[in-house]
């Protein structure tokens, strides 16, 4: 039986997971699945790692130097601070039952984890702006490296921005729980509202409008096979802004909230994770 918090958290992308408290009947069920969710996460930790490592370092390699693959390095170095921050901070949290990191990580590993959240959807973003000029417009001149470099900074620059009034509002309590408290309801709606458009809908539509137009330029003009991984590629890159907007709502805490209601399932099915 789940126990509600009398601290409820609005942003469903702002606080880390929080601990689950259930009845002693179920003492063996809870051992059992808190030492699968340790066993999950850790393969998604070492499957992570090795993987985006692999990426970034396939880029010191001279011949995959190019404009795109410095993207998706980028893209890389994001999700691998993501796995390595991620993993560690909620399993403790939530199998502890309490945040034993002090003040400080409490304010600054939400804060970590929203920054390069919103950093790898930037770089997604850049992607396909690159696949669309170079295949729409291909007699434009290319993206230089300096050029590329400062869209990396300033992607960067803008995902530091967004995340500022987690370190802010992000409290621990003296019984140790860390979460939001914001000075009214209002701005909390506010700032839910800004991160669900600026994190997901406008990316959403941007990449999905981006590679239409490419799908269109290569249907009209070169073969099926061509518009075929063009599609295949497009379904990739939405289903991979999906993720990382589910990845959120799996490891934050989702709560029912006033003006903005979440079906009752979804949220039972967070809680019990």
Not at 29 to 36: E, F, G, H, R
Not at 153 to 163: C, D, E, K, R, T
Not at 222 to 242: D, I, M, N, P, W
């Amino acid at each position: 039986m789940m126990v509600d918090s009398p601290q409820r958290n609005f942003s469903n992308v702002t606080s880390i997971m929080p601990p689950t408290t259930q009845d002693e009947g179920g003492d063996l069920d809870s051992i059992t699945l808190k030492w699968l969710r340790i066993v999950f996460y850790g393969v998604i930790c070492i499957v992570g790692t090795v993987g985006n490592a692999l990426v970034i370092l396939a880029y010191r390699n001279p011949r995959m130097r190019s404009i795109t693959n410095l993207f998706i390095a980028n893209l890389g170095v994001a999700d691998l601070t993501v796995t390595l921050i991620n993993v560690p901070f909620t399993v403790s949290y939530s199998t502890l039952g309490y945040w034993p990191f002090g003040a400080f990580l409490c304010k600054a590993i939400p804060f970590i984890l929203a920054f390069t959240i919103f950093s790898s959807v930037g770089t997604l973003i850049a992607i396909a702006a690159d696949r669309y000029r170079a295949i729409v417009h291909p007699l434009l001149p290319r993206i230089r490296t300096r050029h590329a470099l400062m869209i990396i900074a300033a992607i960067w620059l803008v995902a530091f921005i967004y995340p500022i009034p987690l370190m802010i509002y992000q409290t621990l309590t003296e019984e140790r729980k860390c979460i939001e408290e914001w000075p009214n309801k209002n701005a909390q709606e506010i700032y839910t509202v800004i991160l669900f458009v600026a994190l997901y809908l406008i990316p959403l539509i941007a990449i999905s409008v981006l590679y239409f137009l490419i799908c269109y330029n290569l249907k009209t003009s070169e073969s099926s096979a061509q518009e075929g991984k063009c599609l295949a590629y497009e379904h990739v890159t939405v289903t991979s802004l999906f993720m990382r907007r589910a990845h959120f709502n799996s490891q934050f805490n989702v709560e029912k909230v006033p003006k903005i209601r979440r079906k009752r399932i979804f949220t039972n099915t967070q809680q019990n994770i």
